[in-house]
């Protein structure tokens, strides 16, 4: 069972910047690919970002260039670095951890292949 945990969110302005965190349990942590992902009010849960074992990262269109997801093995932590927000980025944010391991340049995009999820942080955006 991997534990997964969220840090970090909060009210921001539009344009500010804010990093999340995101731990998960285990000691094959640098094998994992990991997740980001998001849901709105009244909204379904969308694909953020995903980065892969290896650290090759994968963004949706709509925060691509905007957003930086990274990881430290080190640590058992990956991050979500968020610049430039919008109050379209207002949501719940998910870490999650797919439930195998994907070759070391891959990282799933679809939320049916995470297994292992944490409990979300709210990042608030206003104008």
């Known amino acids: 069972q991997v534990q997964v945990q969220e840090f970090g969110g909060g009210l921001v302005q539009a344009g500010d910047s804010l990093r999340l965190s995101c731990t998960a349990s285990?000691?094959?942590?640098?094998?994992?690919?990991l997740g980001w992902f998001r849901q709105a009010p009244g909204k379904e849960r969308e694909f953020v970002a995903a980065i892969s074992s290896d650290g090759v990262s994968f963004y949706a269109d709509s925060v691509k260039a905007r957003f930086t997801i990274s990881k430290d093995n080190a640590k058992n932590t990956v991050y979500l670095q968020m610049n430039s927000l919008k109050p379209g980025d207002t949501a719940i944010y998910y870490c999650?951890?797919?439930?195998?391991?994907?070759?070391?340049?891959?990282?799933?995009?679809?939320?049916?292949?995470?297994?292992?999820w944490g409990q979300g942080k709210q990042v608030a955006v206003s104008s």
């Open positions: 999650a951890v797919p439930r195998s391991f994907y070759r070391g340049d891959y990282a799933p995009i679809n939320m049916d292949a995470y297994g292992y």
């Open positions: 285990g000691p094959t942590f640098s094998s994992y690919a």
